[in-house]
C-alpha cells in the first residue's frame, strides 16, 4: 500500500469534508464579521440529532440529513433571532454568546445521549469500497468528496446567480452602504445563519460514518473550521473550498512527516496569513 | 420591647436562618462519608458517568450501609480537567470531611490531587491508572482496585507472542501518558519473548481523522493500539476504511464492554486485555451486571466495574476496622489489607504499594446472538503490576515514556 497515495486520497476526501464544516462558517464570519463559535457545537448537534434519527427511528441516512439539517437551521435562527441581535451593538458579546452557547450545548447533548460515541453507519449503498492500483479506496470517502463538490456548486449557484446572493455579496462587502441601497441586512444575517447552521449539521451527518459523534468532538472540529476559513478568506466560498483542500493535505501530510508538531503545522499557516494576508487567499476583507 | 413589623420580620428571618443551619446530632456523626471525584462533563464524561453508576448500584444494592454504618455519598464534577479536579478534591476534603475518596478517573486529575489528598492523609481508591503512583513515587494512601496503565498490557505482549503468535508490531496510541504506559508495558513483554516493535506512532489527543497514521502501518503482521474514551469506536472504522486486515490487540480501555453497543461490525475480531470482562462468571458479577441494568439500562464495562469494587474493598475495609476510621493510617492499611474472593473480577488483593493483584482477561469480541460480545479467549490471574519481573529490577528501569523503552531495529 503506497502510504502517499492513501495520504493523497485522504486528503481531498478530508478536504471535502472540512469544506461541508467551513462553507457555513465561512458565510457567517463574512456577513456579520463574527467568528461562530457554536458552529462546531452545531455540527456536533446536526450528528447527534442524525444519528439517532438513523438508529432509534430506522430513518434512511439522507432523510436524517435533511431533518439534521433542518433542525439545525431552526435552530440557528432562533439563536441569532432573540441572542444574537439583541447584542448588535458589540461584536465582542455576540462572539462571547457563541461561546457560552457551545458550552451549553455540550453539556445538553451529554444529558440526552450520555457520554458513549456513537458510530453511524455507512449508509449500506455506500459501504465499503474498490480495491485498484494496489490501493483501497472507501466508497463513501468518495462520496463525500462529490457532495462537497454539489453542495460548493449550490452554494456557489445561489450566490452568484440569484438576488439572495447578490444582496449577501454585497452585505459581505459592505454592510453600510448595503443598508442605504434598502437591503434588509438584519433579515440577511438571520437567513444566512440558518443556512450555515444546516450546513454545519448537515455535515455532521455526513461526517459521522468517519469520525463518530461523541462529546467534544464540537471543539475538535472547530479549529479546523476556523483554520480554514481564514486561510481561505473570510466570506468566501472558493476561499473555503480552496482552504479545506489545503488544510486536508497539510493534516494528513503534517501528522505524518511531523508528528510532534502535528498542530504547530496546521496552524502555522493561519498564523503567516494572518500576518501577512489578513484577508486570506480569496477573502473580501480581513476577519 | 414594642414589637413592630420590622423587628417581627427580623426576628422570623434569624429564626428561619438558625432553622436552616443542620444541628449536628448524636446519630449523624457516625455515618462514613464517601466523595467520588468523577468526570460528568467534558471529552471524559463518558468514563466518568459510568463510575458514578458502578458505586451508586453497589451503594444502593446494599442501602447505603456499610458494615453497619451509613454512608453518606457525595459526587463531584472534575469537569475531565485537573484544576478543577483540585478544587473539587479541596471541596471533598477541607468542606465535606470524607473518609474516603473515589477516583479520580484520568492519570492527569490524579497528578494534580496526589501530593494534595496525601498530605491530608485521605485513603484515596483511584481508578486512575498512572504508573508511578503505585512504583517510584507512591502515594502512601492508594488502594488502587482497577490497575496500573501497564498491568493490562503486560498481559497484552505476552498472549500477542505466545497464543496470537505475532512477531511484528506497530504500536498506535495516543499522544500522553496513558498511551506511552500502555504500548511500554506491552512492548517490554512483546519483545522479551521474542517480538518486535516496528514502530509506535502516537496520535494527539483530539485527533478526529486517525487515517494519516493507519495509513503508516505496514511492514507488520499486527497492531497494538490504546484509545481509550470516544476514539475506540472511530479507529476501528477508520482502519476497516483503510482497507486493513491485520489483527488489532489492545488494552483495557480500547474493547471496553460498556462501548460494545456502539461498535459498527468492523470491530468484530478485537482482541483486548482489561481487568474486568463482561461474561465472567461470579455472583458478585451476575449480580453488579444485572444491578446495572436495571438501575441505569447500561453495559457494564471496566470504569463501573472498577468503582464497584472499589466499593466492595470499602466495605471490606470497614468491617476489619468495626467501623471506625478515625486514624487513616490505620485506615489505610485496613484497605490494602483487604483480601476478597468473589468480586465482579475475581479475587482481588493489594501488594505493598496498594496496587491491586488480580485477574486480567484476555477476549475478543465477537458477534453472538446477532450482537457484539465479548468473548473471554485466556485469564490471567494473580497478576501484579510488575508482571513475572522482579520489583526491585522493574522499579531501576526507566518509567515508560513516549521514547523509552525504544523502538530498535528488528532482526530480519
Known amino acids: 500500500m503506497n502510504i502517499w497515495a492513501v495520504l493523497a486520497i485522504n486528503s481531498i476526501t478530508f478536504g471535502g469534508l472540512l469544506f461541508l464544516l467551513s462553507a457555513g462558517f465561512s458565510l457567517i464570519f463574512g456577513l456579520m464579521r463574527i467568528p461562530n463559535l457554536t458552529h462546531g457545537s452545531m455540527f456536533m448537534l446536526g450528528g447527534y440529532i442524525g444519528a439517532s434519527m438513523t438508529l432509534t427511528y430506522h430513518l434512511p441516512f439522507w432523510l436524517a440529513a435533511l431533518i439534521a439539517a433542518l433542525a439545525m437551521a431552526v435552530f440557528g435562527g432562533l439563536i441569532e433571532r432573540f441572542l444574537l441581535r439583541r447584542l448588535a451593538n458589540s461584536v465582542l458579546a455576540q462572539v462571547l454568546v457563541t461561546l457560552g452557547l457551545a458550552l451549553i450545548i455540550a453539556d445538553f447533548c451529554l444529558m440526552i445521549w450520555s457520554g458513549d460515541p456513537i458510530m453511524v453507519d455507512t449508509p449500506s449503498a455506500l459501504a465499503g469500497g474498490t480495491r485498484a492500483l494496489g490501493l483501497f479506496f472507501p466508497t463513501y470517502r468518495i462520496a463525500i468528496i462529490l457532495i462537497a463538490v454539489v453542495i460548493a456548486a449550490a452554494l456557489w449557484a445561489l450566490l452568484e446567480r440569484t438576488r439572495l446572493g447578490a444582496m449577501i455579496r454585497a452585505g459581505v462587502d459592505d454592510p453600510e452602504m448595503a443598508r442605504v441601497v434598502g437591503i434588509r441586512v438584519s433579515r440577511l444575517f438571520t437567513i444566512v445563519f440558518c443556512l450555515g447552521a444546516a450546513l454545519a449539521g448537515f455535515a455532521g451527518l455526513m461526517g459521522a460514518p468517519i469520525l463518530s459523534v461523541y462529546p467534544g468532538l464540537d471543539f475538535d472540529m472547530l479549529p479546523l473550521a476556523l483554520v480554514v476559513v481564514i486561510l481561505g478568506g473570510v466570506g468566501s466560498l472558493l476561499g473555503s473550498l480552496i482552504g479545506s483542500l489545503v488544510i486536508g493535505f497539510i493534516y494528513n501530510f503534517g501528522l505524518v512527516m511531523l508528528p510532534e508538531l502535528a498542530y504547530f503545522v496546521l496552524f502555522l499557516p493561519m498564523v503567516v496569513v494572518l500576518v501577512l494576508r489578513p484577508q486570506g487567499l480569496f477573502g473580501r476583507h480581513a476577519p | ?412
Not at chain 2, 469506536?233 to 476504511?241: L, P, R
Not at chain 2, 492499611?333 to 465482579?344: H, I
Open chain 2, 1 to 412: 420591647m414594642h414589637l413592630n413589623r420590622r423587628k417581627f420580620l427580623a426576628g422570623t428571618a434569624v429564626a428561619a436562618g438558625a432553622a436552616a443551619f443542620s444541628i449536628p446530632s448524636i446519630a449523624q456523626a457516625k455515618s462514613v462519608k464517601v466523595g467520588l471525584l468523577a468526570d460528568k462533563t467534558g471529552p471524559l464524561a463518558e468514563g466518568g458517568i459510568q463510575m458514578e453508576q458502578g458505586i451508586t448500584a453497589f451503594l444502593k444494592s446494599k442501602n447505603f450501609t456499610l458494615a453497619g454504618q451509613k454512608v453518606d455519598f457525595i459526587v463531584a464534577d472534575t469537569g475531565s480537567n485537573p484544576a478543577q479536579a483540585k478544587t473539587k478534591a479541596q471541596e471533598l476534603i477541607e468542606r465535606d470531611h470524607v473518609h474516603f475518596i473515589l477516583g479520580p478517573l484520568a492519570a492527569f486529575e490524579m497528578l494534580a490531587i496526589s501530593d494534595y489528598v496525601a498530605q491530608h492523609k485521605t485513603p484515596i481508591l483511584s481508578l486512575a491508572a498512572a504508573d508511578d503512583l503505585s512504583q517510584r513515587k507512591p502515594n502512601p494512601y492508594l488502594a488502587r482496585a482497577s490497575a496500573t496503565s501497564s498491568q493490562a498490557m503486560h498481559v497484552m505482549g505476552d498472549y500477542a507472542r505466545k497464543v496470537m503468535g505475532l512477531k511484528r508490531v506497530v504500536c498506535i496510541d495516543s499522544d500522553f501518558a496513558f498511551g506511552y504506559e500502555q504500548q511500554g508495558g506491552f512492548q517490554q513483554v512483546f519483545e522479551d519473548e521474542g517480538g518486535c516493535v516496528v514502530k509506535k506512532l502516537w496520535a494527539p489527543l483530539g485527533t478526529p481523522d486517525f487515517t494519516p497514521f493507519i495509513a503508516q502501518i505496514q511492514d507488520c503482521d499486527g497492531v497494538c493500539q490504546g484509545f481509550a474514551a470516544a476514539a475506540p469506536v472511530k479507529f476501528m472504522k477508520q482502519y476497516a476504511d483503510v482497507g486493513l486486515k491485520l489483527p488489532v490487540c489492545g488494552g483495557e480501555t480500547a474493547g471496553d464492554d460498556a462501548l460494545l453497543p456502539h461498535f459498527g461490525p468492523e470491530a468484530a475480531g478485537l482482541i483486548t486485555a482489561c481487568p474486568y470482562t463482561i461474561d465472567y462468571k461470579s455472583d458478585s458479577n451476575a449480580k453488579f451486571k444485572a444491578e446495572m441494568a436495571k438501575e441505569f439500562q447500561t453495559v457494564a464495562g471496566f470504569y463501573a466495574a472498577g468503582m464497584y469494587v472499589s466499593g466492595m474493598v470499602i466495605e471490606a475495609g470497614l468491617k476489619a476496622l468495626h467501623g471506625d476510621v478515625s486514624n487513616p493510617e490505620q485506615t489505610i492499611k485496613a484497605l490494602r489489607a483487604v483480601n476478597l474472593q468473589d468480586t465482579p473480577r475475581g479475587p482481588v488483593h493489594f501488594d505493598h504499594f496498594g496496587n491491586v493483584v488480580g485477574n486480567i482477561f484476555v477476549r475478543k469480541i465477537e458477534k453472538v446472538g446477532g450482537k457484539l460480545t465479548n468473548v473471554t479467549q485466556k485469564t490471567y490471574t494473580n497478576v501484579s503490576q510488575f508482571w513475572t519481573y522482579d520489583e526491585k529490577k522493574y522499579l531501576a528501569q526507566p518509567a515508560y515514556t513516549r521514547a523509552w523503552p525504544p523502538v530498535k531495529a528488528c532482526k530480519a
